[in-house]
């Protein structure tokens, strides 16, 4: 009589997948339990993982610009790399220390490396603003660039002393600057066209640079160009002492929406429609015919008097 089997082939053969599954997990989490812990190093993020590997150094003391000094010497004056990473951002959107105290605002600067480093601070003349004399015109009494020869003078012992120390900076003498390098800057009571000028002209405001000039130009074209300067704000940490600076005359009217013949795919494009605004003015028109005036989107659900009042320059009911 033949011997009848307990499993199949098939059987088996799955009992059998299912045990390498069950050693290769077990071998995996032991293997993970009995590994190296990490020596701990500079530049380890919140989250547990590295920016890069530095090894970390006792900070050192030594006067500094900020505006120039490249990341070595950042780390060796005991900052961190996510510190040193955020100085390099605000330098590549055009930002500038301008006075020592300007320093106080980077990223998570204790209270102990302020007291350490403000002292080392030494700042150049071509990167300082001085304040004209105040004449009635708020343009006049906006913080303006020095100009002329100080542009490209060296640092100088005008800096007040430091409270602490109670000496005069020293001076620290640095390469004259080519001309062409940076773009003169306006002064005066030049004032710019928002809505005409380009990026080099708009590099040419105190406070901008090649970073936030995109985004005017950027945020310009979805608008249709602006119909008020404090439009501006609007961008992301857009500086507003740069306002003073621009102007948005009427040669340049901003450009309309047909509210009677846009389709809803158009109108919301705008960044004051969006889709649901758009979407109750094709619903008001296929039921009701077209919309004479403005105080027909009052009544419509999704327009609040804030949406009417920056949509009002945008819209055109012909």
């Known amino acids: 009589m ?26 995996s989490l032991f293997l993970s339990r009995c590994g190296n812990t990490p020596v701990p190093v500079a530049g380890i993020s919140e989250r547990g993982t590295s920016y890069y590997a530095v090894p970390a150094l006792e900070p050192e003391v030594f006067p500094f610009d900020p505006n120039e000094a490249d990341s070595t010497m950042l780390l060796r004056l005991g900052l961190a790399p996510s510190q040193v990473r955020s100085i390099y951002r605000y330098r590549a959107k055009g930002g500038r220390f301008s006075t020592p105290d300007d320093f106080r605002r980077v990223y998570r600067l204790t209270n102990e490396q302020w007291e350490r480093l403000s002292p080392c601070i030494r700042i150049a003349v071509r990167y300082r603003y001085v304040a004209m004399p105040s004449s009635g015109d708020p343009r006049l009494s906006t913080p303006k660039k020095l100009s002329g020869s100080s542009r490209n003078a060296e640092y100088t012992d005008t800096v007040s002393p430091h409270p602490a120390t109670d000496t005069v900076s020293v001076a620290m003498p640095v390469p004259p600057r080519s ?140």
Request: hydrophobic share 40%; net charge positive.
């Open 179 to 318: 001309r062409g390098e940076y773009p003169v800057k306006l002064s005066g009571d030049e004032l710019l066209d928002v809505n005409v000028a380009d990026s080099a002209a708009l590099c040419r405001v105190p406070g901008i640079g090649p970073y936030f000039s995109r985004k005017i130009i950027q945020y310009r074209r979805r608008l249709g160009g602006y119909a008020t300067t404090e439009q501006l704000l609007q961008i992301d940490d857009f500086p507003a002492d740069a306002i003073a600076w621009l102007v948005v005359s009427d040669t340049v009217p901003p450009q309309r929406l047909s509210v009677n013949t846009l389709s809803t795919r158009k109108l919301m494009k705008h960044p004051y429609m969006g889709y649901y605004r758009a979407s109750a003015i094709e619903t008001y028109r296929r039921i009701h015919g077209s919309i004479r005036s403005i105080e027909v989107l009052r009544g419509l659900e999704h327009f609040t008097d804030e949406d009417l009042r920056r949509l009002e320059p945008y819209l055109d009911f012909d």
């Open 2 to 27: 033949k011997r009848r089997r307990m499993f199949t082939r098939s059987q088996v053969f799955f009992l059998w997948t299912i045990l390498t599954l069950l050693l290769s997990v077990s071998g």
